[in-house]
């Protein structure tokens, strides 16, 4: 018997799956995005200045079939950058998902006054 307690815990974690994971900026990079620039076509995926806070994390997909350059990041086909903030700063970096072409990433501290 003590080893079926054990064992129906096991399967009640495996029957309910971890929690939802969430992210405070998400985005994602849908198929075609670099044809329909190519194109000249209007894309707005991020914003030119993200503003976030220490603690917050960043996520970005990337479903095009080409590799993407967002602010300090780099995105390849297919892959997720996944990044928490742990320090106030400001980067900057081109962006090849935005006509024109730069992308601003400010982190602020609100717990120092």
């Known amino acids: ?26 985005y994602v990079i849908p198929s075609g995005t670099g044809a329909r620039l190519d194109a000249g076509e209007p894309v707005e995926i991020l914003p030119f200045i993200l ?3 220490v603690g917050e994390t960043l996520r ?10 967002i602010g300090p990041y780099y995105v390849g086909s297919g892959e997720t950058v996944t990044h928490t903030f742990t320090a106030p700063a400001e980067m900057r970096g081109p962006c ?18």
Do not use: Q
């Open 60 to 69: 970005i997909v990337n479903r095009d079939f080409r590799g993407h350059r």
């Open 51 to 53: 503003e976030a806070r």
């Open 1 to 26: 018997m003590k080893t079926l307690l054990p064992l129906a815990l096991i399967l009640a974690l495996v029957a309910c799956g971890p929690g939802e994971v969430t992210f405070d900026h998400d």
């Open 96 to 113: 090849t998902v935005r006509f024109d072409e730069e992308m601003i990433v400010r982190v602020t501290d609100l717990s120092r006054g």
